[in-house]
């Protein structure tokens, strides 16, 4: 266990990293882990549902991603942790967003091997049948991968992503409360149209805000990192930039701590990443031979021996605008995985921690 200091406005309050049981075995086989995949706490349960990996080869031996559609239900007793058996989506999907809302995890969007999705739907725990119970909700104007979610109140925001014509920029409210009004388009980001960023909401008692921190934009094989950071305030319906996070990140996670802080957990920085596609633009197009074979063997080196991504943790004071880092996880970070409040705890399930290669382990941070 590690402990790590962060400073709110009333008091430090002080982190505990603890590892729950990782993911079951399947038929027999440890479990490689998942990316991508949908999470939330419904009825005390934590809900691990859908995902994709490479089970039969990393991407440099040739493996293909393969997207999965189980649901992992682990229940707390007493003090213990125990996996129950598993379920199925509807589906095999990943690389959606997902939130929590009224005890029930709301999956939106995300992809397959073949197409993005717009279908919207919630998961709901019986935890005294031990059944998943799935139920549709409006579906997305478009449909949308990679994108992020936030609730406030009884709202549910969807901003930006890929869509089958580009990166996107616009921000999309439900009422949850008011189904058969379906979304509503509110004001595109003043900024670049991205993917892979993070998003939370935050109540200082008075004013709603959503905060979006970073994410990349891929234009013709060459991905952007960005840096810049906005809050949209929900009274006035507008749109404001936030000093930068000291760092690019892009798959990293963010939430809100209290009424004045954000902390944002791990990230890609995108460095490694830019090289690895340096070298795959060049394969494209050289010829078979021995520099094609070269470039390609320089491009599965770089992914094989990928030192990890960011491991830093930092926090903005949203009153004074301040960034500082707060701390460095003490394990794999790993990316293009939710944070999950359960209780007063939040969880980081699973995820990718180097290019191709998931990770089993469930986190807790109390």
């Given at each position: 266990m590690t402990y790590l200091?962060?400073?709110s406005?009333?008091?430090?309050?002080k982190?505990?990293y603890?590892?729950?049981?990782?993911l079951?075995a399947?038929?027999?086989?440890?479990?490689?882990?998942?990316?991508?995949a949908?999470?939330?706490v419904?009825?005390?349960a934590l809900?691990i549902a859908?995902?994709?990996?490479?089970?039969?080869?990393?991407?440099?031996?040739?493996g293909?991603k393969v997207?999965?559609?189980?649901v992992y239900?682990?229940?707390r007793e007493?003090n213990?942790?125990r996996?129950?058996?598993?379920?199925?989506?509807d589906r095999?999907?990943?690389?959606?967003?997902?939130v929590?809302?009224?005890e029930?995890l709301?999956?939106?969007?995300?992809?397959d091997?073949?197409?993005?999705?717009?279908?919207?739907?919630s998961?709901?725990?019986?935890?005294?049948?031990?059944?998943?119970?799935?139920?549709?909700?409006p579906a997305l104007p478009?449909?949308l991968?990679?994108l992020a979610?936030a609730?406030?109140?009884?709202?549910?925001?969807?901003?930006g992503g890929?869509?089958d014509?580009?990166?996107?920029?616009?921000l999309?409210?439900?009422?949850?409360?008011?189904?058969?009004?379906g979304?509503?388009?509110l004001a595109?980001l003043?900024?670049p149209?991205?993917?892979y960023?993070?998003?939370?909401a935050?109540?200082d008692?008075?004013?709603?805000?959503l905060?979006?921190?970073?994410?990349?934009q891929t234009?013709n094989?060459v991905?952007t990192?960005y840096?810049d950071?906005y809050?949209?305030?929900?009274n006035?319906?507008?749109?404001?930039r936030?000093?930068d996070?000291?760092q690019?990140l892009?798959?990293?996670?963010?939430?809100a701590?209290g009424?004045?802080?954000?902390?944002v957990?791990?990230g890609?920085?995108?460095?490694?990443?830019?090289?690895?596609e340096?070298l795959?633009?060049q394969?494209?197009?050289?010829p078979a031979g021995?520099?094609?074979?070269?470039?390609t063997?320089?491009?599965?080196?770089?992914?094989?021996?990928?030192p990890?991504f960011i491991?830093?943790?930092?926090?903005?004071?949203?009153d004074?605008?301040?960034?500082?880092?707060?701390d460095?996880?003490?394990?794999?970070?790993?990316v293009?995985t939710?944070?999950?409040l359960w209780?007063n705890?939040i969880?980081?399930?699973?995820?990718?921690?180097?290019?191709?290669?998931?990770?089993?382990?469930?986190?807790?941070?109390d």
């Open positions: 200091s962060v400073f406005a009333s008091a430090q309050v982190l505990r603890t590892q729950l049981p990782d079951p399947l038929t027999g086989q440890p479990n490689p882990g998942v990316a991508g949908f999470a939330g419904s009825h005390g809900l859908g995902g994709a990996n490479f089970p039969n080869g990393f991407p440099w031996q040739g293909t997207w999965h559609s189980t239900v682990l229940v007493g213990r942790y996996w129950q058996a598993t379920h199925q989506l095999p999907r990943a690389y959606g967003a997902s929590v809302w009224n029930q709301i999956c939106v969007g995300g992809n091997d073949k197409q993005r999705f717009a279908d919207v739907f998961l709901q725990w019986n935890p005294s049948t031990a059944t998943l119970n799935q139920q549709s909700l478009i449909p991968a990679n979610a609730i406030s109140g009884n709202c549910l925001y969807v901003f890929e869509s014509r580009g990166t996107e920029t616009g999309y409210v439900l009422d949850l409360k008011a189904l058969t009004r979304w509503q388009k595109d003043p900024g149209a991205r993917a960023m993070a998003m939370t935050q109540s008692g008075t004013d709603q805000s905060y979006v921190v970073g994410g990349r234009v094989g991905t990192i840096s950071v809050t949209y305030q929900i006035r319906k507008q749109w404001q936030l000093p996070i000291p690019p892009a798959a990293h996670q963010v939430i701590f009424s004045q802080s954000l902390v957990f791990g890609d920085d995108g460095k490694r990443l830019q090289q690895i340096a795959s633009n394969v494209k197009v050289l021995a520099d094609k074979e070269k470039r063997t320089e491009r599965n080196n770089l992914q094989i021996d990928h990890g491991k830093t943790v930092w926090q903005l004071r949203t004074t605008k301040t960034w500082s880092v707060v460095t996880l003490p394990f794999p970070s790993p293009t939710p944070l999950v209780d705890s969880i980081i399930p699973s995820g990718e921690v180097t290019p191709g290669i998931r990770t089993p382990a469930i986190w807790k941070i």
